[in-house]
Structures are given as C-alpha cells and as structure tokens.
C-alpha cells in the first residue's frame, strides 16, 4: 500500500537542468531518511544525496555543488535539483525513503524510478 512515485526526468542538453520528485503515499505512518540513487546501463547503482528527517544533507562527491537535495514533510515528498548537467549523468534515478507504514513495519522503500539523458 505505501508508494514512492517519481517524476519530472527527460531528456537535456548538456549544462541544462531537471528538477525530480519523488512522492510517498498509502499507508505511511512516518518517514525518516530519504535519499536519490542513480543507476547508468552495466553500472552498480550509486547513491547520489541523503537528507534526514531534520533536514541534514550529505552529497557524492560527483553531484556535490552541482545537485541539491530538499524535502516537504507535510508533503511526503523529496526533491533532486540538478543543475550544470553533464552527458555522464545520464541514468535512470530513484528515490529511497525510510519509511513506517500504518503496520508499525519500518522498511526502506525504492520509487520506480525515472529516466534522466543528458544529450552533449
């Protein structure tokens, strides 16, 4: 019942800009940390940006300065501002939140994720 749906990835020109959600739904009680991963074709998937519940953000070095990491808790929701974009950013991103459902069942849970081509 609990969800994370993900939007606003495409297609962008190189030092172009996107700006991705990612929104919880269902049965959520609570939600803690919540962070962006990234996954390009043969590659392991790499996480990107973390930011607890109070606010607290860390950074990969390789997104640091470039992307920033917000979220609305009345809102459920999280966000990935991604300027200066580079062709190697290229990738399918999702969302991951720590989530409490109505269960009482603490679990990490993965958006579906959304496709981001950065054209050079």
């Known amino acids: 019942q609990v969800q994370l749906v993900e939007s606003g990835g495409g297609l962008v020109q190189a030092g172009g800009s996107l700006r991705l959600s990612c929104a919880g739904s269902?049965?959520?009680?609570?939600?803690?940390?919540m962070g962006w991963y990234r996954q390009a074709p043969g590659k392991q998937r790499e996480l990107l940006a973390t930011i607890t519940s109070g606010g607290s953000t860390n950074y990969a070095d390789s997104v640091k300065g470039r992307f920033t990491i917000s979220r609305d808790n009345a809102k459920n929701t999280v966000y990935l501002q991604m300027n200066s974009l580079k062709p190697e950013d290229t990738a399918v991103y999702y969302c991951?939140?720590?989530?409490?459902?109505?269960?009482?069942?603490?679990?990490?849970?993965w958006g579906q994720g959304t496709q981001v081509t950065v054209s050079s």
């Open positions: 991951n939140a720590d989530i409490v459902s109505v269960f009482k069942v603490r679990a990490l849970y």
């Open positions: 269902g049965s959520i009680l609570n939600i803690n940390a």
